[in-house]
């Protein structure tokens, strides 16, 4: 019986994360519908740090080995 317990409680566990996932893709078909009828731009969204912080987290080296995105080597 404790088998059948463990399985009833993963279906019910995944059972809230397909849920979960189903609201998520609702809100961001939601969210493209509205960037493309008001043409949202990013900074239109985002702080200036929030993009900076992005953007410094996309710059990687290619020219140094073994090097992070926080620029370590």
Do not use: W
């Not at 019986?1 to 609702?26: W, Y």
């Not at 200036?48 to 080995?65: F, Q």
């Amino acid at each position: 019986m404790p088998k059948i317990k463990a399985l009833v409680a993963m279906k019910q566990r995944l059972q809230e994360a397909l849920g979960q996932l189903d609201e998520q893709e609702e809100v961001l078909e939601l969210v493209r519908h509205a960037v493309a009828q008001y043409e949202l731009k990013p900074q239109d969204v985002f702080s200036t740090t929030e993009l900076e912080a992005a953007v410094l987290k996309s710059i990687v080296d290619d020219s140094i080995p073994y090097c992070d995105r926080n620029g370590n080597t």
